[in-house]
Every structure is written in structure tokens, then in C-alpha cells.
């Protein structure tokens, strides 16, 4: 019979993504709702092994549901990822009688939450939160949807440019394994051509499409390339490549980086978030250890943690095609 | 048999909502794509009464996927609504050779395709476009998640200086038939209280809970109010009501309005469109008709128009749940 | 001789305006850097009243610059337009050993802090914060760079529905006095007409205008109105007005109301604000009082507080002007 | 005695700024209220001399005052550098009986137009466009506004996930020869530092005050680079430098890049360039020639071309000062 659970703690790990202050703040809300402690954990799995906590009450987590980035900060953790580590970190949970653990993070951080359950017995909760949406179990992570509305705006406004001299952008978006966010933003931002870590469509094809394009009487272009495309080639390089295989293009280049990652998360993000810190908490309530929140055909459900990490999302095939059909 | 598809015609009707020129633009793309011609008609039935017929091509749709509105404009026609104004339609349809119609808008401009479909057996095919996601048979209506958007932002403005002068605000949502946009803002806002069409929790229920946040340590709160909330006060009403019978509140109201409906789409909602565009032309080049494309656990799929037409949203009593306890 | 300046309040008082937090934090951190302590006081003459002080350091205000509203909150205090109420303030700044204070509010406030410096001999100073830009002294109070924005946005918004279905909007925005705000968004937004409450254009002018516009191909049209407008019918009573004296228009009505003064500051409010709080904490400790600070001509120059109150800012005609010409 | 202008042509020259569209619909509106005809020449000189010419009424250039870019294209022309060139414009200025020009560009741009005024005696007429603010004769370039406030936008985003993980961020924005971007952005979005064309503060403070700010608490830091930075190192060798010279920092680079460009122009930039154009005009109606349009405390004014061309702007050393302080 599981142990009755009477206090929370929750970090956040890894990658930090729009949505996870709303996560932690629907956490411990839910807490304080079922009458259950709650405590923070400062700088994820580093914060678990150093012990530094903070009870969090529901007022403590006003006016954060909009913001950015996670109050209480990500880290990665090579000590947690030893024995020692993570003994000095149970230690800590015992001493502060915490019950149960949410994570916040990505495939890196659940690997650990698993192993962590798996040594000591502790129930563990995962809550996907990574833009990248590369997590089975779950159609969206949090902070996707903001990551692509943020992107796609700073698509349109390389387009105001872009059309304005006749010129060709590549502007390469994150997804270093997955092409979800480069596909969703280059049908969204009327993109000639995406070069996803998929698919390899191959040089000659670019050129072919590009100058198909032209030659339809488009002036401008855009080409939106994930960080791991399968062409392999780094971005400036494929400039560089069009630049001498192509005539009378003028090319430029534009890396977004890590504003990808910020910003006050969208409606869906916050909704998402509200919805997966209320599941995990109520599921460790309900004696469920070892699991990852997610949405499944809207509804909220539970996929064994090993599921989550094993798991390889694959690409809408569907999207590519309309990517093809958009780019006529 | 049918008749083998070579023009295709598409109109925006009803009320206009974010994503609706994005569906155009894939409506037409879609069609140049497969070498089928077509036709923009312009404000809605109107505009096929009057023949106001314009060729698009795919350049003729360049640089609007990210603007709100539709450039073929809408209108709600009364002529329509009549038998001869559905003939002068028709007549105009044959003359100009269209052999499909694509219908953007909601329930009221699928009631007039499916009317006009069984008049003259003529094909037609409908995508969701409203910001209310008030149709059965997709998960989103389009502009639906670009309305969120809008209205959160506007919540998080409002917050600001509710939460620097201890205020207390109503803010009335657009949502005359379903509280599907007042719940999920509610939630994504922080609202204290949400009062939607689909329930009634009375005048008391939301003193008391006015009262229990405010002991709590609230002090400022916001209750979001679907323009047909249950309670069916009037928002002044509501403000008055609150100003009688509670004490120490300083209570505001902000009616948001049209802005609700404008706006560049998200990223969600062009994506949508593009989907959605080449669902319906695609359906009308097999041959099918009087159906509406949506999104179901996130396939384009058809519901016949008459299902889409007669059925009923319902609220997601989970997102109910997670609003009260968010609220703690 | 004035008494050496060891530690300085400030606080904000009236209605918020965007920019208020970085103006406290600007204030702040000049007092660090010149080793001169620093307390904020809560809900602005209220606080000081009642004693809400708090000690800031440089760190106490990281992470506000670009967070609307005011973290000390603001207020309007009647107790503070007594004697005794100033009394009492004066006693707490004498116990908490406080040698000057910033007021970062509008003219309301800096009447009270010119009382207050005349009865005490206390040093004070002025920040000029608000979204209205009504404050002689000062080409752009804080806030009102902000507020043009988030009004422009809304109307850029509303323009998207308003021309897809052919209408008239009649919107409100924020101006009760001064017409600053509906001259600059009027002509940001490409209205129509403009209605002031410096200049009555009568009612015929507005009918004429509008049908004038109407034959000259418009097909929709914008209509900003300050809340305080001379020709002084609500704007409800507008649209009936037009509703019945001009022949096929669809008239709505828009009231943008409190979000007007929320938001993220933009960049210039940022930086005035940063520019204001130096001069204000440095001019103070050149022992100067009873000023306030402002940007004339792009130099931030001091002001006599009675000069700031008495004057009246004055409509730029040159802005009036291009107004009509836009509107051709 | 100067010729009646009946007729102006304008175009859009070297890199585009947002409020660009904006001033050419003020130029083409304000011909119109003087019953003036315009044209429009796109792709800049390179139009000219192409004679790609379009006349343009006051509805050609609706909707386009909130759209980045500029519809009439921009490039930069070798040819328009040559005598044959310019004759080539010339010739098709005479036939097309256009009796005045309106340049929207750079000091590259009013270089061309200066000497095409010289060699045909031909009224010219300057709008300074860039958003580098690198103009004399303005205290506000068509673009500057709106460019502050997309890179604070991206640099807020940046903070996000700068302060969850303790990161120290490089980030460049646009001024090869001016920090007037850098220094407004650095100020407004919190940089610890700020690397502009105009200083070279050293690699040794840089370090300094990085050490600096980390005793002081600080545990994520922004540091601002003008792509044009006096120290000269390319912002990647930075990174590495402060990799090696420094301890226990997590260093990232961010190259904003051409996103700075785009964009729905800001309510400033919209009002300026209504202005900008009406000034413009009818200074050319008044019989003027050979000047540009600039805002000089508040007030249109006229500068002479050659002044403007000849003079460089300096960076406002009190904002350098705010820079220094607010990093405390």
C-alpha cells in the first residue's frame, strides 16, 4: 500500500521552455487545494543534491503564470547522474519529508527521475516541458506552441525585409533530432522550402524548388532549416552553396537561437500547463509513481516514464505534404 | 458519377475570424497545385448573387497568410436566404462554369451550402472559421486559438494595473452561445471566477468566492464573463451587484470587443487553414460533398455539414475543474 | 545649507502607467551607486501614512524593468489631502530617517508632494507617471509611448474585422482632459476622424467627413474618440447618431478601457524611465527640491512642481493637420 | 522662378525600415489633398532608370500603414552611380512629365539624389529611412522606434532563459558605424554592458565588470554588441575570450540579425512618417529642393541634403552614464 503522501517537491530540468512557472504554479495550487505541502527545488537535480528548498504556498506563485523561463531555475546535472549524487539527494528528500516529485523537464531529466524511482523506491511524476515536442506520450510539450508562435513572428518580420530586396532567407529554427518546430513554422510562415533532421531531400532538389519558384514569379523566398537537418550541411555553408550554384539570388542568412526558448507562453501553453500540474499531483496522490503526464487526444493521461524516454515522435507526414502543396 | 471538378469557388462567410485569408491562400494553392482554376467570390452569398467573381491565382494569395480578416470580405446575406436569391447564386455559378464551392465561415453559412447543395445538387464543402469553436466535428475552429491569444494578452495588461490598485475587474469575452473562449482564458489568465453560457453558479457562489480569495490573500482578482454567462446579468449589473453587496472592492469593467476578432493568426491557426484548405479542395476533387473538414485528435477528417450544424459543443468539465482549483 | 541626503523613499501614486516599475527601479539603483539607501513605500501616500516601508537594494528590483504596472503599488489617498494625514506621514519619514522622496505620479500627486514640501520644508521630487501626457514639463510623460502602442495594436486589430465587413467603428480610448493619446493613435491607425475634447467639430463635420469618405472609394472606417470629447455625447449616443442620420453603414462600438495601461513598457519608456530616475535622485542630492523632472527637447531638465500642476499641456495643431490630410 | 509641380514621384532606396509604407501613403495622400498626381517607382534608382512607374491615388495605398517593409521594393543601384545611369532616370523622369522626387532611404540613398539634383537641376526632396538613426538633421530616423522595440522584445525573450540557467549572453544588434541601437536596447533590456562603434572600453573592463556584477548577486547577465563594437572582436571571440579569461560562466552568443528590419511599425514611427511625408511634399510644393525632412525637437524641419550626407551623429554620452549606473 502506497505510503500517504502529505508533501510535493518540484523542479524543473534541463532546457528551460515557456509554460514551466504556470506548471509549477498549477503544481503547487493543486497542493494547496488537497491540503498537500508543497516545496520547491532551486537549480533542478543540482538543487535536489545541495538541498535548497523553499515551502511554496499558493500566494508564492501569484503572478508568475505569464512569465517566461522558471523562478526556480534549470540546471543540468552531471552529479546526479552517479550513485553518490543521487544518494545525497535522497538524503535531502528524506530529511525534508517530502513524499513525492515532480519533474519538469525533458527525456535527459525523466532518464533520471526513472533512475531515481527506480533505486529508492520514490514516487516520481514527469511533466514534459521542452519546445522541441520530441517527447512520445504527449501531442504537445509545454512551451511548443509558444516556441512556434515566437518563431513564426520572427519569420514575418524577415519576410518584410525579405520581400522588400528580392531576397532569399535561410533561417534556421531549433530541433537539433526533431523537425516539428521547423515544419509547423515554415507551412505557417509561407516557406519555400524546410529542411527538416527527418527527411534528406537533398541539395539538388533545393536548387530545383528554389529555382521552380522563381520562375512561378515569387521574389523572395524563405527556406526554414532545423538546427539538425539531414542535409547535414551548417547553414552558412548551404548559402554559401547557393550563392554558387544559383544566379541572381540574393542570399542571406539569420540563426534564431535562444530567443526561441523565452517569452510569456501562450493561452494553450498555460491551459496545458494548469491541466498537467493538477494530473501529476493528483496521480501521486492516487499512489502513481513512474509516469509522465501528456495530452493525448485532448485528454490528460499517464505513459510510463521508460515509454516517454524510449520513444521516438515521428513527423506528420500530412504536414509535409500541405508544406508542398502551400509552396506551389 | 461525378462530374470531373476543373473550377472551384471560395467565399468567406458570417462573422470574420483570424485565418481566414490563410485558408484562402491554401484553398487556392491547392487548386493551382492539382490544375484546377479558381474563383474568389467576394462578401460571401452576397458576392455569388452579384457575381462580384475574381480568378486567383497562386501569386494572387502571396504575403496574406499572416493577416487577420479576409480580403474577399464577408457578409451575412438575407437574399440568400431566399429561394431566388439562391437561383440568381446558381445562375451566376453555371455562367461563370464553377463546379465546386468552398465555404469558409459558421453554422449559419453551412446551413445556407447545405441548402444550396440540395437545391441545385451542387457541391460544397466547408471549413470552420469563427473564433467561438462552437462546431461540432473539429476540435478548433479557426482563429479560435488566435482569439485566445488576443484576449490573454489583453488579461495580462488588465492585470497589471488591477494587481496595482487592489482592483477587482470583469472582463466580458466574446462567447454569446458557449464559454469555450472565457474558460480557457479564464484559466490561461488567472482568473478568480469564470461565468459561462454552459453554467449557472449564481450571484452568491461568486460573492463568496470573491470573499474566500480575498481572505485567502488576493488582492486583486479578475472574473473573466462570457457575453452570455448564465447569470445573465448584464457585466454593469454584475459590477453593481458586487458593488452592493461586497465591501472594500474597487470594481472595474472592460469589455473587450471586436479586437477579439483581428489580428495576425498564430502559428496554430496557419497552419489549420493551410490544412484545412487542402482537405476541402481535396474532398471536392474525389468527388465528395456537403461535408465540413475539421481536426479530430489531430486528423482532417469530414463530418456531413448537417451533423456540424445540428450538434452542440459541450465545455470541458475538466478544464471546469482545473479553473476552481487553479483559483485556490 | 540643505541637509546631506542619506536615504531617499520613493513611491508611486495615481493611475499606473507602463514604465512605473522601471522608473522605481532606475531610482534605486542610483541611490546604490551613490551609497545613498533607499526604501520604497507601498500603495503610494497611503503607505507613507501607514508606515508600509520596505528597504530596496540594487538587487531588490531586478527582473521589473519590463514589468507594467508598479510592484509598490499605487493609490489614491484621501487621508493624505488632510493635515493630520500628512502629519503622520511626516512623523514615519522622521522615524525611518528619510531625507527626501520621489513621487512617480501625476499632477494629483505632485500637488500633494508640493504640500507636503511646503509645510515639512521636506525634500521632494517629481516623476512625471502617466499614460495621458498632460503634465507641462515634459514632451512624453512615462507610459504614454507605451499606451499609444498597446491602443495602435488594438486599432490595427479592430481594422481587420471593421474592413471585412464594410463597417464604421467608433472606439474610445483613454483621455479624459487631453487628447495626446486619440491625435497620435488617430493618425497611427489611420482614422477616419479624430474627436478631441480640445476641439468640438460638431456633429455635421463627422457626417460629412464620413460620407465624404464613403465616395471616395472607402469602404470602412475608423473613428477614435478620447473619452473626453467635445462634442461631449457618449459614444454609445455617437453611433445611434450616425446610425440614424447616415444611410447604410454598419456602426459598432469599441471601448479599449483599462488595458490601455498595462504592458510591457516599450523601449522607449524603459530608457526615459532610467534617464528620469537618475536626474530625479541626483538632483536631490545637489540638494534640490520640489521639482520635476522631464525631457525637453531630448535633455532631461528640471521643472518647479507648481509649474508642472498649473500649466496645460496644449494639442499639437501640426498633428490635427496631417490628421485630415492622412484622412484624404 | 520654380515650375508648378503637378506631378511627384517617390521611391524607397537602400536597406528598408519599418514606417517606410507608411511614409510613401503619406506622400501619395498628401499629393492627393493638393491635387497633385504621384507615382510610385519601384525597386528604388534601379525603377528609375527601368522606368518601372505606377501612379498612385489615395486608395492604392490603403492598408499599408501598419505593414513592415515597403511595397515599392527597395534596392541599392550600381548603375544609378554612373552618368549614363542617371540620364537613363532622367529621361524616363521627362517623359513620364514627373516634376518633383521624394527619396525614402539612407545617406547612400540622398548621396544619389544630391547628385541627380546637381547634374538636371531636378527638385529632390529627402525622408530618412533606416533604423540605424544615424542621420543628421533628425532626432529620429523612420524606423529607429520600431526597431528598439523588436530587439528589447527579443532581448526580454533572452533573459527568460538567460536568468533560469545562469547564463551570461552576447547579444549583437545591428549599427555597423553607430551604437545608438545598442545603447537604447542595453539600457531598456537591462544589459550589464553595452559594446558600441563610438568606445572601446576594453576587453580587461568587459571582464572586470563582469566579475563585478556576479559579487555584487547578479547570476545572469546580458552584455549588448554593436555589430560595428570599437573593441573589434567578433562577438564569437568574445565568447571565448570570456570562456577563457573568466571562471564558472556559461557563455551564449545571440546575433539578432535581420528580424531587426521587419516588422508592423511602431505608433511613433507611423506618426512620423504621416509627417515626414506631408513636409516632404509640400516643401516641393513650396518650390524647395535639395533638403530632407527631419525631426529636430519635436518639429518638422528641413535639412540640406549635404549637411545631412556630411554630418555624423553622436551617441548621447548622459545615456552612457544611465547605462553605468543602472548596472549597479
Given at each position: 500500500m502506497p505510503k500517504t503522501i502529505k508533501k510535493i517537491a518540484v523542479l524543473t530540468s534541463g532546457g528551460d521552455s515557456p509554460g514551466m512557472n504556470a506548471a509549477i504554479r498549477s503544481v503547487v495550487r493543486t497542493c494547496a487545494y488537497h491540503n498537500v505541502e508543497c516545496v520547491g527545488v532551486y537549480r533542478g537535480y543540482e538543487g535536489l543534491i545541495d538541498g535548497e528548498f523553499e515551502v511554496l504556498d499558493a500566494?508564492?506563485?501569484?503572478?508568475?503564470?505569464?512569465?517566461?523561463?522558471?523562478?526556480?531555475k534549470s540546471a543540468r546535472s552531471?552529479?546526479?547522474?552517479t550513485v553518490e549524487g543521487r544518494k545525497k539527494a535522497y538524503e535531502n528528500i528524506v530529511k525534508a519529508e517530502i513524499d513525492g516529485l515532480v519533474v519538469i523537464g525533458g527525456d535527459g531529466s525523466f532518464t533520471g527521475a526513472m533512475i531515481f524511482n527506480q533505486e529508492f523506491d520514490f514516487p516520481v511524476m514527469g511533466i514534459p516541458g521542452t519546445i522541441d515536442n520530441d517527447i512520445v506520450g504527449t501531442s504537445h510539450t509545454l512551451g511548443f506552441d509558444t516556441a512556434l508562435n515566437t518563431v513564426v513572428d520572427a519569420i514575418d518580420k524577415i519576410r518584410d525585409t525579405a520581400s522588400s530586396h528580392n531576397r532569399l532567407f535561410f533561417v534556421e529554427v531549433m530541433g537539433r533530432d526533431v523537425g516539428h518546430i521547423a515544419l509547423n513554422v515554415g507551412i505557417a510562415g509561407g516557406a519555400e522550402e524546410i529542411l527538416i533532421p527527418?527527411?534528406?531531400?537533398?541539395l539538388e532538389r533545393l536548387v530545383d524548388s528554389l529555382n521552380r519558384s522563381r520562375k512561378s514569379g515569387k521574389s523572395s523566398s524563405i527556406v526554414v532549416v532545423a538546427e539538425g537537418d539531414k542535409i547535414g550541411k551548417n547553414i552558412f555553408e548551404l548559402k554559401d552553396y547557393v550563392d554558387e550554384n544559383m544566379e541572381g539570388y540574393d542570399v542571406r542568412v539569420s540563426v534564431l537561437g535562444h530567443m526561441q526558448r523565452g517569452g510569456a507562453p501562450s493561452c494553450f501553453d498555460r491551459v496545458l500547463a494548469s491541466r498537467m500540474g493538477v494530473k501529476a499531483v493528483e496521480s501521486l496522490l492516487e499512489g502513481k509513481s513512474n509516469y509522465m503526464v501528456g495530452l493525448i487526444n485532448n485528454i490528460m493521461e499517464l505513459t510510463p516514464l521508460e515509454n516517454a524516454i524510449k520513444g521516438k515522435t515521428k513527423i506528420n507526414l500530412e504536414l509535409l505534404r500541405v508544406s508542398d502543396i502551400m509552396s506551389t
Amino acid at each position: 500500500m502506497p505510503k500517504t503522501i502529505k508533501k510535493i517537491a518540484v523542479l524543473t530540468s534541463g532546457g528551460d521552455s515557456p509554460g514551466m512557472n504556470a506548471a509549477i504554479r498549477s503544481v503547487v495550487r493543486t497542493c494547496a487545494y488537497h491540503n498537500v505541502e508543497c516545496v520547491g527545488v532551486y537549480r533542478g537535480y543540482e538543487g535536489l543534491i545541495d538541498g535548497e528548498f523553499e515551502v511554496l504556498d499558493a500566494r508564492s506563485v501569484k503572478g508568475i503564470i505569464n512569465k517566461g523561463g522558471t523562478f526556480l531555475k534549470s540546471a543540468r546535472s552531471k552529479e546526479f547522474r552517479t550513485v553518490e549524487g543521487r544518494k545525497k539527494a535522497y538524503e535531502n528528500i528524506v530529511k525534508a519529508e517530502i513524499d513525492g516529485l515532480v519533474v519538469i523537464g525533458g527525456d535527459g531529466s525523466f532518464t533520471g527521475a526513472m533512475i531515481f524511482n527506480q533505486e529508492f523506491d520514490f514516487p516520481v511524476m514527469g511533466i514534459p516541458g521542452t519546445i522541441d515536442n520530441d517527447i512520445v506520450g504527449t501531442s504537445h510539450t509545454l512551451g511548443f506552441d509558444t516556441a512556434l508562435n515566437t518563431v513564426v513572428d520572427a519569420i514575418d518580420k524577415i519576410r518584410d525585409t525579405a520581400s522588400s530586396h528580392n531576397r532569399l532567407f535561410f533561417v534556421e529554427v531549433m530541433g537539433r533530432d526533431v523537425g516539428h518546430i521547423a515544419l509547423n513554422v515554415g507551412i505557417a510562415g509561407g516557406a519555400e522550402e524546410i529542411l527538416i533532421p527527418e527527411e534528406d531531400l537533398g541539395l539538388e532538389r533545393l536548387v530545383d524548388s528554389l529555382n521552380r519558384s522563381r520562375k512561378s514569379g515569387k521574389s523572395s523566398s524563405i527556406v526554414v532549416v532545423a538546427e539538425g537537418d539531414k542535409i547535414g550541411k551548417n547553414i552558412f555553408e548551404l548559402k554559401d552553396y547557393v550563392d554558387e550554384n544559383m544566379e541572381g539570388y540574393d542570399v542571406r542568412v539569420s540563426v534564431l537561437g535562444h530567443m526561441q526558448r523565452g517569452g510569456a507562453p501562450s493561452c494553450f501553453d498555460r491551459v496545458l500547463a494548469s491541466r498537467m500540474g493538477v494530473k501529476a499531483v493528483e496521480s501521486l496522490l492516487e499512489g502513481k509513481s513512474n509516469y509522465m503526464v501528456g495530452l493525448i487526444n485532448n485528454i490528460m493521461e499517464l505513459t510510463p516514464l521508460e515509454n516517454a524516454i524510449k520513444g521516438k515522435t515521428k513527423i506528420n507526414l500530412e504536414l509535409l505534404r500541405v508544406s508542398d502543396i502551400m509552396s506551389t
